[in-house]
């Protein structure tokens, strides 16, 4: 076989190994959902399928081109080469088949500064539900911006993923992509008590009532929680969303 005829299945194959990679992450299993929103796993989908087609249809054209080279006894010398910078595509394309990077985390959470909460004029009453289900971008607008401090002594229940600290307190935390992984943003609500630090990453489930620091209902309330229960939950399919509580949490 000629040396362009390497090149060219070498192409072909390249193709075909990131379409199986894509469709391994996004089909095969739910690894994408590490790094992507779930309303983009269709796109992700479609871009393995496009790109395993575009690679068996470049391994056929080559086949085709070989046997006509042959019949014909072509001799000339094809120079055409293999991009360099193609090679990249290599290993990202082998480390989604047999390597997976770890989802954001804890690590990425304690590097960022807390997600900027909007500003609300008004809120509505609080259910009398106890403990009351919350996101932590809902407790921390109470916290800091209800004048009417309708979260006074109310227990309230949120998930997240556990972000020690280092005091002897740690941060629970809600990783936010819009996108992908490289718009991530953290909101965080800083836990104490609740018995010994859980393990960095480990999902749980926190009950508690407000932290007093600060005047509640201002800019300078403490976004804290005092927790009496601290329970560990399996991850989330909404992992990457400011979601309540999954139902199974909740008790009434």
Known sequence: MKRSAVKRWLQA??????????????????????????????LLIASGVVLVVLGIASALLDRQRERKEHESHDHDHDHSSL?????????????????????????????????????????????????????????????????????????ILMTGIVTPRGDGSWDLT?????????????????????GPVPSANTWVSVTGTWHPGGT????????????????KIPRPLNGYQDALPPPSTITR
Do not use: N
């Open 83 to 155: 991009p360099r910078v193609s090679w990249l595509l290599l290993l990202p394309a082998l480390s989604l088949l047999l390597y997976a990077p770890p989802a954001l985390g804890a690590y990425t959470a304690a590097r960022q500064p807390a997600k900027v909460i909007s500003q609300r004029s008004s809120f509505d009453p609080l259910p009398s539900t106890s403990p009351l289900p919350m996101t932590l971008s809902d407790f921390t607008s109470r916290v800091q911006q209800d004048r009417g401090q309708a979260i006074k002594g109310r227990a």
């Open 174 to 194: 809600r990783i936010i992509i819009s996108c992908c992984a490289a718009d991530a943003q953290s909101v965080k609500v800083r836990i104490y008590g609740g």
């Open 216 to 231: 509640l209902g201002t800019g300078s309330a403490a976004v804290a929680l005092d927790a009496r229960t601290v329970e």
């Open 13 to 42: 194959g390249l193709l075909l190994l990131c379409g199986l990679g894509l469709l391994h992450v996004s089909l095969v299993t739910d690894i994408c959902l590490r790094y992507v929103k779930e309303s983009m796993r269709p």
